[in-house]
């Protein structure tokens, strides 16, 4: 089964004139790592929003065509239901994370979805170990670096166990050392089979991915290593 | 005690705020006062922390005074200017009374401090009170430092433009204040969104229900505790009633 398939897939905000999207296909293939690069403010995030299921979940506007995860189309799935396909990273660690112990932040989605508590247990174990912050598990995520945030913030959608992952600018607000914390997560997860979408501003950031496509006009195509 | 059960803990500040608010004598409110003390240091509470935040409502607890002797007829005036009486010794005693209420609050308050907020969420959704409201309460928590911080980054940011806050008039100054609002309530509604999606990606709400890594259970300690609450509060209300 295709991870992300996506068909003519066009999208407007409700309170902009023109589409943001326009027909763009994208297939991606398991144990692949996409990257998405473009200028700001082009649809690269909106993109993201649309592979998520938050659009039209939560965001308003107008779409048309289709995004289907694993086959099935995101607007037949609820939000609840892709947590478990897809997990995000975003920008901004300190908006992703809200408990007071990183234990408690990694435990949240499995909490959510009503798991025994020894099968919690488990999935914290692991998804910190898969991170390598294991030895942080009873820190408060405020005291921890930008780097080793973002890293929770990856457990934390790693402990939901989903097949697809999506780092939208997960490194833009941390130093170099972070971002080669995350990059070799990345190849990590890659070598488990998991499919990654990464949207990407920093073309330094560009040597894990299997494919890079530029979003321009609303379309992806190949990217030819310039972005205008 | 500081392993009691959070829920034990929230009788215990219940109680002993309650008889704060339903006493009126000022020796029982002392003797209320003096279990808010035990209680706390019993609970694994610090004494210094507690005075710590009283001292912050020092200012208020004058203020009280005054305004409570200025209102209050009746009494023997103890400081009068020109005749007309600033402190009277029933606005003394009112003043008092007031100040030996918060005091009891605020330092029965210091009792919940013993716990993680984690297992206050864990105690409040255990006594059936919905998780999305326990997680209202815990983002609020959270999230209260980093607007203060946000605050004070717009504050600089607005005095590296110049303007010195402490040498302008009054009301210039409240004016330069209401320039936080904009920016702060746009990060508010932007880190709201961005923080709503992520839990939502999380399978926040998946079921109405939802089972935790960690589940309190009362001990018999637990219920000893309790019981010698409700003993308290009821010895000490029949006193009340009985000085009254």
């Known amino acids: ?30 144990g692949e790592i996409v990257a998405i690069v473009g200028l700001s403010g082009i649809g690269k995030s909106t993109l993201c929003y649309c592979l998520s299921g938050i659009i039209p979940h939560v965001y308003g506007g107008v779409m048309e065509g289709q995004v289907y995860l694993n086959g099935r189309d995101t607007r037949d799935l609820t939000l609840p239901q892709i947590a478990t396909t897809l997990g995000i990273v975003f920008q901004n660690p300190d908006n992703q994370l809200f408990s007071f112990t990183v234990e408690d932040e990694v435990a949240f989605g499995p909490e959510n979805l009503c798991l025994p508590p020894e099968e919690i247990e ?18 408060n995520p405020q005291q921890l670096s930008g780097g080793q945030r973002q890293l929770i913030a990856l457990a934390s959608v790693l402990s939901l166990q989903p097949e697809i992952l999506i780092f939208d600018e997960a490194m833009s607000q941390i130093d170099r050392d972070g971002r080669k914390l995350i990059l070799d997560m990345m190849l990590k997860l890659k070598a488990e089979g998991r499919t990654i979408v990464m949207i990407e501003h920093d073309f330094a950031n560009l040597a894990v991915a299997d494919r890079v496509l530029v979003l321009k006009d609303g379309h992806l195509a190949p990217f030819a290593g310039k972005l205008s | 005690m500081s392993y009691l059960d959070p829920r034990t803990k929230l009788v215990m500040v219940l109680t002993v705020s309650s008889l704060a608010v339903l006493i009126t004598n000022l020796y029982l409110l002392i003797l209320v006062q003096i279990i808010a003390v035990a209680t706390v240091t019993a609970a694994g509470g610090s004494i210094l922390d507690m005075l710590k935040k009283l001292k912050k409502f020092l200012l208020i607890f004058v203020v009280i005074v005054f305004v409570q002797s200025i209102f209050t007829k009746g009494g023997q005036p103890l400081w009068q200017v020109m005749n007309f009486t600033i402190i009277s010794d029933l606005g003394l005693f009112r003043g008092l009374q007031m100040i030996l209420r918060f005091f009891i ?38 999230f209260l430092p980093i607007l203060r911080d946000e605050a004070n980054d717009i504050l600089t940011a607005i005095q590296l433009r ?40 999380r399978a926040f709400r998946a079921y109405p229900q939802r089972t935790s890594l960690r589940v309190l259970k009362m001990q018999r300690l637990d219920y000893l505790v309790m019981a010698v609450c409700i003993l308290v509060f009821l010895i000490i209300m029949v006193l009340a009633l009985k000085i009254k």
């Open chain 2, 162 to 201: 110049g303007i010195n806050l402490r040498q302008i008039p009054l009301l210039k100054r409240l004016k330069t204040y209401s320039y936080l609002l904009m920016p702060m309530i746009t990060s508010v509604l932007l880190k709201a969104q961005e923080l709503s999606i992520a839990m939502e990606l």
């Open chain 1, 1 to 30: 089964m295709i991870p992300i398939e996506v068909k003519n897939l066009s999208f407007q905000y409700a309170k902009d004139a023109r589409k943001i999207l326009h027909n763009l296909e994208l297939t991606v293939a398991t």
């Open chain 2, 105 to 142: 609050i605020i330092s029965s308050a210091s009792i919940m401090t013993t716990s993680t907020p984690r297992e206050i969420i864990q105690g409040l959704v255990q006594c059936k009170i919905p998780y999305e409201m326990a997680f209202m309460v815990t983002i609020a928590i959270r």
């Open chain 1, 122 to 139: 488990h999935r914290i174990t692991d998804a910190l170990k898969k991170v390598g912050m294991s030895e942080f598990r009873h820190a």
